[in-house]
């Protein structure tokens, strides 16, 4: 086994605090690289506080870890020593089943095995995340970094990034398309960065006005206060698409409203209580509500080297791990442009 040390939470009602554990020992087809910096998501905070139910404590969050290679196994072909390598919200799959055989490893349907707060394969052995020093995982569910990309601002590429490319890829937003970005945080401000990379026109959804001028720096060609009834008209039936970051509760109604006929309104966002939607919100118009999470492994590699191609990040704050909840309470108050990435150098 290999010492790790990170931080960790012991139940749910404790806060992050040092703890030591195991790695496995890195086997024939495994890759261990040495964490340089870890992204902090939303579902981090839900995740070690059991919002979601399931949770395996002690529990190590992060799954937007970056660093570079320090062993590889006798039989892994795809990473060297040195190598810059990333793993995002998946370390292993079924790898059998018809989604897996399709680049789908998201979507695994016999369960694919989450970063942290998961089970191996073996259904057994927990899983624990980026907030540590050393990682151990399958070739096949590494990436390789660019190492074009600045490493630190690369990190949330593997979990907001790529759940904003997988459904604009997957609809083929494009070039002639009105996309519409609701919410302009760790997920919405990469929909905008990807939206107007492949030539969509890009207006940002927000409650608040404030956010105007960071959505323009961003890229988005227009802005709509939701709350300013005379601008919600003005989009009425507008938009083709519309890509739906917000994890708060929220009208879908009101949104489905804003497009064309055959617009989709896509969720990638995940609100914890239920939501009604009418159904003559979607029959005129023919309209789909649609959801997708991350991409798939090849789709995640392809994601990344497109963000190498056209000097695509994310926008961070870096962070000392002794950070974390002043972080997570600024993360609940939307303080943040817009995604903390943790300095593994600090723990």
Not at 37 to 48: A, E, N, R
């Amino acid at each position: 086994m290999i010492a790790a040390k990170g931080y960790a939470a012991q139940t749910k009602d404790t806060p992050l605090a040092p703890w030591t554990f195991d790695r496995r020992t890195v086997g024939p087809h495994d890759v261990q690289f040495d964490i340089t910096y870890c992204g902090v998501c939303h579902s981090d905070l839900h995740q070690i506080k059991d919002e979601w139910g399931g949770g395996i404590f002690p529990m190590v969050p992060g799954h937007e870890i970056v660093g570079r290679v320090i062993a590889v196994g006798d039989q892994v072909s795809k990473f060297k020593m040195g190598d810059l390598a990333g793993t995002g919200c998946m370390v292993d799959s079924c790898r059998t089943c018809e989604n897996c055989q399709h680049g789908l490893e998201q979507y695994c349907i016999n369960g694919n095995t989450l970063t942290y707060n998961s089970l191996e394969q073996d259904r057994k052995t927990p899983t624990y995340g980026g907030y540590s020093n050393t990682i151990v995982v399958h070739e096949d569910f590494v990436l390789h970094m660019p190492e074009q990309l600045d490493l630190a601002a690369a990190a949330p590429l593997l979990c907001a990034g790529i759940t904003t490319y997988s459904p604009l890829r997957h609809w083929k937003v494009g070039k002639g398309h009105k996309l519409a970005v609701v919410g302009l945080g760790g997920l919405g401000h990469m929909g905008v960065k990807f939206g107007v990379a492949f030539g969509a026109e890009v207006t940002v959804l927000s409650t608040s006005p404030k956010k105007e001028e960071d959505a323009r720096k961003l890229g988005a060609h227009k802005f709509v206060v939701t709350s300013d009834p005379e601008q919600l008209a003005a989009v009425t039936g507008y938009f083709d698409f519309i890509l739906d970051t917000v994890s708060a509760g929220h009208d879908y109604n009101q949104y489905l409203a804003m497009l064309k006929t055959d617009g989709v309104h896509i969720c990638v966002g995940a609100p914890p209580t239920p939501a009604a939607i009418l159904a003559f919100s979607l029959i005129p118009g023919r309209k789909s509500l649609a959801g997708s999470t991350i991409g798939g492994i090849a789709e995640t590699q392809e994601m990344l080297d497109f963000c190498a191609e056209h000097d695509i990040v994310s926008d961070i704050e870096l962070i000392d791990i002794k950070d974390i909840q002043p972080a997570y309470d600024r993360m609940l108050k939307g303080d943040v442009r817009y995604r903390f990435v943790i300095d593994m150098a600090t723990l």
